[in-house]
């Protein structure tokens, strides 16, 4: 199963509905760097609202993902992280330091578009 | 042998009873005794007396039962544990001196009469024993969850700002419990700035800086901001002494600096209204 990455505007949009395995974070950082390639794309937003269970591995994908995008030249936000998944990563000592995070997809994209301005 | 006993407490019983309840007087601790009126402390005692003859009579489920039943009562009457456990061993005494004095104990029998005794009065100071010990650990157990419900409040203050003051220790329990409050608040409450109030926390060790860092960090994480407030001077010296770096984090010295700062990053502030 493949994640959708819907292209608006200059940025690429990523809402993940499901759980995911090992397969698919691992195609989703593929496709992810592709379309960012493909579209040069400024900005990428992640919206996690409907997951609440996360692993160490996926968690790492999603880090490496991150800063993959970055390299690329695209600044990502994530958004509707839940307690519990935030609970999760904290424990696991994934601190996601430099990453934009906002409460929900309408503040994400309002805070990639004030950063893409500045 | 036990009828024997029991015939003998049947047939002295008020001789008991005055003599216990002097007894009692004289040597129990001044609180089990006047707290209560005379007339109060004479019913339970004669309850008390009542209910250890009883024993004989009825069936062991019903006197288990009444024997529980009345150990509440003097749990909830307020008598300590010691004053009650010096009850039965004084009835013990005056039952075996009376029985002596009157010779239904003589040497031959002693040795029965005192198993039999022991037999009956051992379940007397268990079952009263372990009914206070329920209680109290009732009340402890009430008393965790009180303490827990006032552990850790989130208050939204203004939109997209709330406040969670803290009050007291914090251990790696209730820091769980902070982590959790403070971020199902967050996300419930929408808000963009959080501030952790921690006047009320004596004392900031590494462990309890470890614990507000990562809840700081789980709240960036769900897409708001943190900032703790409230850092007294001891608190700020203990925190630079032990190496432990905050920079992470926006501080302020009180809550409403912070508010302030809040605020501002939430693009408001709070103006005067000039006067009439």
Redesign the interface.
């Known amino acids: 199963m493949r994640i959708p990455i819907l292209k608006l505007h200059d940025c690429l949009l990523v809402s993940i509905q499901w759980e995911l395995d090992d397969q698919t974070a691992l195609q989703f950082q593929e496709d992810l760097l592709h379309k960012i390639h493909e579209t040069s794309a400024r900005g990428v937003v992640i919206d996690f609202t409907s997951i609440d269970f996360i692993d160490s591995f996926i968690a790492k994908v999603l880090g490496d993902v991150i800063s993959m995008s970055k390299l690329m030249g695209a600044k990502v936000v994530i958004t509707g992280i839940q307690p519990a998944v935030a609970i999760t990563l904290i424990e696991l000592g994934i601190r996601l330091e430099d990453v934009l995070t906002a409460l929900d997809l309408e503040k994400g994209l309002e805070k990639l578009q004030r950063e893409l301005e500045d | 042998m036990r009828k024997l006993i029991f015939n003998y407490v049947q047939t002295h019983k008020s001789e008991i009873l005055n003599e216990w309840i002097g007894q009692m007087k004289q040597d129990a601790d001044e609180r089990a005794v006047y707290t209560m009126s005379a007339q109060m402390f004479k019913k339970t005692s004669s309850e008390f007396i009542e209910l250890l003859i009883s024993n004989f009579t009825e069936t062991e489920q019903e006197f288990q039962s009444k024997l529980t039943g009345f150990a509440e009562k003097i749990v909830r009457l307020g008598w300590p544990l010691t004053v009650v456990t010096l009850g039965l061993r004084t009835f013990g005494q005056i039952v075996t001196e009376g029985m002596q004095e009157k010779e239904v104990v003589a040497q031959h029998n002693f040795i029965e009469f005192s198993v039999e005794f022991e037999r009956w009065m051992f379940p007397l100071y268990n079952t009263i024993i372990d009914s206070y010990a329920n209680t109290w650990e009732r009340t402890v157990s009430l008393q965790k969850i009180a303490l827990q419900e006032l552990s850790a409040p989130l208050i939204p203050v203004f939109d997209k700002i709330s406040v969670m003051p803290l009050v007291g220790t914090i251990d790696t329990e209730r820091a769980k419990l902070i982590?959790?409050n403070l971020?199902?608040g967050?996300?419930s409450h929408?808000s963009?700035v959080v501030l952790i109030d921690i006047t009320g926390v004596p004392v900031v060790d590494t462990m309890v800086a470890h614990h507000i860092i990562?809840a700081a960090?789980?709240?960036?994480?769900?897409?708001?901001k943190c900032m703790i407030v409230g850092i007294r001077p001891e608190i700020a010296q203990t925190i630079v002494t032990l190496g432990i770096d905050l920079n992470?984090v926006i501080t302020t010295s009180t809550l409403k600096k912070g508010i302030e700062e809040a605020l501002e990053m939430t693009e408001r502030k709070i103006i005067e209204v000039e006067g009439e």
């Open positions: 982590m959790e971020l199902e967050v996300v929408r963009e990562q960090d789980a709240v960036r994480l769900v897409g708001a992470q």
